[in-house]
Structures are given as C-alpha cells and as structure tokens.
C-alpha cells in the first residue's frame, strides 16, 4: 500500500487525523457499526441454526448495505478535513489518494 500523501493522516507507526471527527459524525459511525456487527451475530446465530438460505443471504446483504454506509459516511468526513485541508496547501495529490479511497468502496 503506497504512503499516504495527507500530512493530517500520516505518522510514524500509527496514523491520526489532525482534524478530529466531530461528536456527531462519531455517533453516527458508532450506531452503523453496531448494527453491522449486530447483522454478523444474527448471520452466526442463523448459520447455527441451519437456517434456510435465502434468510442469510437477505441478512448479508442488510449487513453489506450497513457497512457500505459506514465506510461512505467515513469518506465525507475525510473529503472535508483531510481532502481539503490538503488542497488548500497545494497538495494536489491527495485527490489521487480519494479516488482510490473511492474506486476501493464499490
């Protein structure tokens, strides 16, 4: 994986937002990431329970769509601090760096 080019993203061994994420944005990851984790339980319970197909597949794909927008509200957030913070210091490369963070959650 290439080293990113937003300074706000880049460290040593762990990388940290120079931005932090509002309280709102962090609720709203939180709430969609517990429901994905809550439709993985229910995928396990079902599996254990041999149920039918069909079910799981409709589970899956419920979790599928949590987590899709999950990782799309985590893009926005990173577009408007990171993205731009870049661009308004000539750092033009890191719209490179969003487009391959976008073709990635397709």
């Known amino acids: 994986m290439p080293e990113p080019v937003c300074s706000c993203c880049s460290g040593k061994n762990k990388r940290y937002k120079a931005v932090p994420r509002d309280a709102e944005t962090v609720e709203k990851l939180q709430k969609r990431l517990q429901r994905v984790i809550g439709q993985l339980g229910g995928i396990s319970r079902m599996l254990d329970e041999n149920r039918y197909c069909?079910?799981?597949?409709?589970?899956?794909?419920?979790?599928?769509?949590?987590?899709?927008?999950?990782?799309?509200?985590?893009?926005?957030?990173?577009?408007?601090?990171?993205?731009?913070?870049?661009?308004?210091?000539?750092?033009?490369?890191?719209?490179?760096?969003?487009?391959?963070?976008?073709?990635?959650l397709k």
């Open 54 to 104: 069909g079910d799981i597949l409709i589970q899956l794909a419920a979790a599928e769509s949590a987590l899709e927008s999950f990782g799309y509200i985590l893009l926005h957030d990173h577009m408007e601090t990171c993205v731009v913070e870049q661009i308004r210091q000539g750092n033009l490369a890191v719209v490179d760096e969003a487009v391959d963070l976008m073709k990635k």
